[in-house]
Each structure stands twice: as structure tokens, then as C-alpha cells.
């Protein structure tokens, strides 16, 4: 037999550098693997962050397109409140306002009520306005269905017309009885710009106190445009969690001041908005007003990591 003599081995220094080259590989490509996956992780939380501030805010901002703006105010707790017209603090943890029903104004194919008062009418009168085009029925129907509550209606509702956007800081809040100043019903006070009503017929409104009971429009002054409200709104956080700093940023509605009721009853409905909500923050400058959300991961412990968003609403 003869041998292969042309069979080549390795050598002691190819088996060594190839060792070398396999450790630095196993040192570093670890590394970069984790560095990767850690990269990855990170853009992750990040885009999430980033969906969820942002859609928290477009939430807050939208409800607040539709505010009567002289009616919004900062509730630092149930017993204080600062109107908003010229807020600069961020110390309160309540954004209240009462919000005008877009939804009915919008109706289907035409609106449930008109926003015109007919004074000329023989038909409108201290006890009754009459409300041209305007269905009452469908506005009952509406309100059940946006409220998800049949107890819920037309009764709830209350109208207004004396320049609500004025920013005039005695609107509606009564700052020295935390009540509105319709608390007691309609009164002599010209200065109430929000009446409760009920309907009085398919475009009639009658005007009722705040417990419902038939009253009168005697010493108001009523003017040919108005607008309906059915419930005011409050945004803030719930349920602080303080080993790791966040909160449920939620939306209390369906509630009616001109009644006497408030957002922190327990009839009141909520809807949550957003949870891991580190900060809620707003300020505002006459009718404009800046909210800020910030959220965090659950996914991230032991950092101060958030995502803040913002916006400033007419």
C-alpha cells in the first residue's frame, strides 16, 4: 500500500488563530445580538408610546372643540375650581367643562334642533319657546343612545343663549357655593346663561327647575339662537398608582350641573381614555387651551421614561 503523501494538515497556528477568531466572534456577536434585540425593544415601546400619547390627546382635544368655553374650569379638588379664561398653573388634576351636543346639531340628514328661537311666535311665551324644525323626540332618542342609559333624555337638557364664549368668569360655576347658578332653577338673575328644559311638545321647549319641576321664563332674557347641552365632561387621572407613578387618564360624562349633580357622583358614567398615563397637564390663554399626555411603559420598571404630547385647542 502506498501512502498519500500530498495530505495536508493543520498547523498549530492555523488551530490557534482560528480559535482567536471564534472567541472574538462568540464575545462580540453576543453582544451585538443583544444590542439588537435591545434596539429593537426599545423602538418598540417607543412607537407605542408614541400612538398612545398621541391619541390620548386627539381624544381630549376633539370633546374639547365642542366645550362652551366659558364654562370650562380647573378643578384642583371636588370643592375649588379656577375658570379657565387665564390659567397658567398645572397643579390641577381636573379639566371640566359642559359641552354643547354636536350630535344632535348634526343629526342624520337634518339636525334634531334648529338653534333658532321663534320670539315672534304666539306660541312662545314665559312657559314655552318654540323651536322651529326642531324634533324633541329624536334629540330623547339621541341622548339615550350616546348616554347608553333609557332613564336618560330630553328631560336632562338645558339651553342657552346669552354669548356663552364670552369667557365672562361668572358663567355657569358659582365660585363662592362650588354650585351652579342654576343650582336652585331659573331666577331673576339675568346673568344665568344656561336653563334647564324639557320638552314641551314635537319643537317646543318648556323651562323646568333643577328638580325637574315646571317654571317659567319670566325676567330671562331669551334671544332668537341658542344652542342644548346634555351633560358636562371632567378628564383627569384615576386610580394613581404610586410605586409606578401612572394612572388611568379617564373621561366622566353624562352628568348634569344645572341639576346639581357633579362628575364625582356615583351615577356619573366614565370611560377610560388611556391607562400608564404618567402626567395630564392643560393651561390656557383666553379661549385657547394647551393639554399635555404623557405616557409610560409597563414594559419598563425602573426608568423614568415617558412619552409626552400636545396640543392647543380654540
Known sequence: MQLNKNRKAFTMIELVFVIVIMGILAKFGVEFVGQAYSSFINSKINNELQSNSATAVEFVATRLQHRI???????EDNNSFTPLKDYTNTTANILE??????????????PYWSGIIDLNSTLTHSTQLTSPETNTANIDALIKI???????GIKDTAIYFINPDSLDTNWGWDGDTNKFLTQEGIDTNNLNAIHPIDSNGTSAFKPVNSAGVNNTFTNVFAYEFYQLAWSAYAVGIDDWDAATKTGTLTLWYDYQPWKGERYTDANTKSSIIMENVSSFRFIARESLVKIQVCVKSSLIKD???????EKTIF
Open 146 to 152: 350616546l348616554s347608553d342609559d333609557t332613564t336618560s
Open 69 to 75: 368655553k366659558a364654562s370650562t374650569i380647573a378643578r
Open 97 to 110: 367643562w359642559v359641552g354643547y351636543d354636536v350630535d344632535g346639531l348634526r343629526g342624520d340628514t337634518n
Open 303 to 309: 426608568e423614568e421614561y415617558s412619552i409626552c404630547k
